[in-house]
Antibody, heavy 122, light 107 residues
Framework: EVQLVESEGGLVKPGGSLRLSCAASGFTFSSYSMNWVRQAPGEGLEWVSSISTSSGYIHYADSVKGRFTVSRDNAKNSLYLQMSSLRGEDTAVYYC???????????????WGQGTLVTVSS | AIRMTQSPSSFSASTGNRVTITCRANQSISSYLAWYQQKPGKAPNLLIYAATTLQSGVPSRFSGSGSGTDFTLTISCLQSEDFATYYCQQYYSFPLTFGPGTKVDIK
């Protein structure tokens, strides 16, 4: 069974930083592209970032470019999102997701973690 | 960025109804379209990919159609567990974008 488990989020002050992690199990992690998707309270879904299997292709939403950094450690079956210069509009549930097509191309998401809430507020 | 729209934004329906949700892209995305279901407090669940292909484990009452810019999600016989919010997503190009969602609730 595919499992994606995000680390605990938390309350961060504007301008602060936070690193999310996602522990993957039940599949060959190194064979799949991975992604972060977020959802602000009461709002819709917003794609944040994608990373290919060997980290050779990385993409970001314009809203986080230059502030967020995605990475992965295939040896540890883990995905990461380093978030810095956080703003109130970054407040959201962040989901770790697996790409369906296992490629560097744009993808849809066939498995999702349970999500972790990041709140940016003073 | 490709903009996705959905209609209606919400509606009420009864169990047993046939329901259709529409998703439109502001440029052609071929068949690179996915549909997700999300229940309150839960992560989204992939229902359909490549516009028409049912994800493994998803009931056959769900179906998708369309290509290019216009797509539909149909639930042939609405069940109680289908009351949820539905999102479309294009994966034709980055940035990946979702529709705003369609909430289906009980009449």
């Amino acid at each position: 069974e595919v499992q994606l488990v995000e680390s605990e989020g938390g309350l961060v002050k504007p301008g602060g930083s936070l690193r999310l992690s996602c522990a993957a199990s039940g599949f060959t992690f190194s064979s799949y592209s991975m992604n972060w998707v977020r959802q602000a309270p009461g709002e819709g879904l917003e794609w944040v970032s994608s990373i290919s299997t060997s980290s050779g292709y990385i993409h970001y939403a314009d809203s986080v470019k230059g502030r967020f950094t995605v990475s992965r450690d295939n040896a540890k079956n883990s995905l990461y999102l380093q978030m810095s210069s956080l703003r109130g509009e970054d407040t959201a549930v962040y989901y770790c997701t697996r790409g369906r097509y296992s490629s560097s191309s744009p993808d849809c998401f066939d498995s999702w973690g349970q999500g972790t809430l990041v709140t940016v507020s003073s | 960025a490709i903009r996705m729209t959905q209609s209606p934004s919400s509606f009420s329906a009864s169990t047993g109804n046939r329901v259709t949700i529409t998703c439109r892209a502001n440029q052609s995305i071929s068949s690179y379209l996915a549909w997700y279901q999300q229940k309150p407090g839960k992560a989204p669940n992939l229902l359909i990919y490549a516009a028409t292909t049912l994800q493994s484990g998803v009931p056959s009452r769900f179906s998708g159609s369309g290509s290019g810019t216009d797509f539909t999600l149909t639930i042939s016989c609405l069940q109680s567990e289908d009351f949820a919010t539905y999102y479309c997503q294009q994966y034709y190009s980055f940035p990946l974008t979702f529709g705003p969602g369609t909430k289906v609730d009980i009449k």
